[in-house]
């Protein structure tokens, strides 16, 4: 019975213990039922945790933004938006570095704005501030992406060419003056442009090569600008035209006294001495055809020059000349059409060097106008 008894007490006592339990889980599980979202002390704190981040995360962007544009006001030009020269000197230098390692051509072209100080007289500044964001779209617009125009000083700015010789510099910063020059500009109209084109050397300091590209500016200068011209130091490697067997050599005994049409013939020959070298050095047709355009365009300029100066003389035979001039020109552009065909080949273009621009044109027809350019 004792044993009844103690069991039937027992049964009770663990009831309610259970019992017990029970109500206490209940009542835990009325307060935090595992469905329930949680608490509103809990959600505010995670509210304000992604608020405090989202605020963090714009302050960044912000941040970021205001450094890239510090950083590019920092290299760039208020006035027109090109770079400035600081941002340039950077840029040249680790290109310059890489030219260096033998990673390509590297040209430079240095233009300057011609008589601006007149705009700037006639005018007054703001116009001429117009003129120079109006010039400096028209430079743009003639760039290839890889090109970097930028603000040099005042009215002159430089561009830097990556991966390009002096042939294709120079033939881009035709493409420029003559984009300059067709442009209209409200209250000035048109505006032309002075142009110096080098390409880098090896080992050469970047002062230096900029240097040699503002002597050749200077030299378009006193030639009566809006012309561009090219210093012809580093056309290709030096050992190229020198060493081949297929070079004409310049005879002194050439020169008629005019020191801008001998100058004019010296380039003639050096630019035909540089087109034969890229073309049996196994640079045909592309580069060949680079240094054929640049020849055309030296040519072209240069017979220009020849027929001012022949008219200022009087030269009676003038007319005669200029057609003779017009025919060489012609035959010029034939041959570089036809480069890279079957039918034309080195013996030919050798010809019209040797034989039309060298021999027809400077010791036979120019020497007709010698004696009188002489008593000048």
């Excluded at 019992?19 to 009542?27: F, K, P, Y």
């Excluded at 920092?74 to 033998?102: K, P, Y």
């Excluded at 049409?261 to 592309?286: C, F, K, M, V, W």
């Excluded at 034939?334 to 039918?343: A, D, T, W």
Aim: net charge negative; aromatic share 6%; hydrophobic share 45%.
């Amino acid at each position: 019975m004792i044993l009844d008894a103690t069991n039937h007490l027992a049964v009770p006592a663990a009831f309610a213990l259970g019992l017990a339990a029970g109500v206490a889980l209940g009542h835990w599980a009325r307060r935090r039922p595992l469905t329930a979202e949680p608490d509103p002390d809990c959600r505010s704190q995670l509210e304000a945790l992604t608020r405090a981040q989202t605020a963090s995360e714009l302050a960044n962007s912000e941040l970021r933004q205001a450094l890239d544009q510090l950083e590019q006001a920092a290299g760039t030009d208020l006035l027109t938006g090109a770079w400035n020269r600081r941002w340039f000197e950077d840029g040249a230098a680790q290109l310059v570095a890489l030219s260096g390692r033998g990673d390509g051509a590297l040209s430079l072209i240095l233009l300057d704005l011609d008589r601006f100080k007149h705009v700037n007289d006639t005018f007054g500044h703001s116009v001429g501030d117009e003129v120079l964001k109006s010039i400096t779209d028209t430079v743009r617009g003639q760039l290839r992406a890889s090109d970097s125009l930028a603000r040099w000083g005042g009215e002159e700015f430089i561009v830097l060419c990556p991966a390009t010789t002096l042939a294709g510099a120079t033939i881009l910063a035709e493409k420029i003056r003559k984009a300059v020059e067709a442009r209209s500009i409200p209250q000035v109209g048109m505006v032309t442009i002075s142009l110096g084109v080098a390409q880098h050397q090896i080992a050469e300091d970047l002062d230096v090569w900029v240097r040699r590209a503002d002597e050749v500016l200077y030299r378009a200068k006193e030639r009566g600008r809006n012309r561009t011209e090219a210093s012809l130091e580093a056309m290709g490697a030096p050992e190229d035209a020198e060493a081949s067997i297929l070079a004409l050599t310049w005879d002194p005994g050439l020169e008629c006294g005019n020191a801008e049409i001998d100058h004019q013939h010296q380039q003639l020959y050096r630019l035909s001495n540089s087109l034969l070298a890229a073309i049996t050095s196994g640079r045909y047709p592309e580069e060949a055809k680079l240094q054929m355009q640049l020849l055309i365009a030296h040519v072209a300029q240069h017979f220009h020059d020849e027929e001012a100066i022949l008219a200022r003389v009087g030269y009676a035979g003038l007319a005669v000349h200029a057609q003779e001039h017009n025919r060489l020109l012609a035959k010029a552009k034939f041959l570089q059409q036809e480069m890279g065909g079957v039918s034309t080949d080195l013996p030919a273009i050798l010809g019209f060097l040797a034989l039309d621009l060298v021999k027809g044109h400077i010791m036979a027809w120019d020497r007709k106008f010698f004696g009188q350019l002489a008593q000048d």
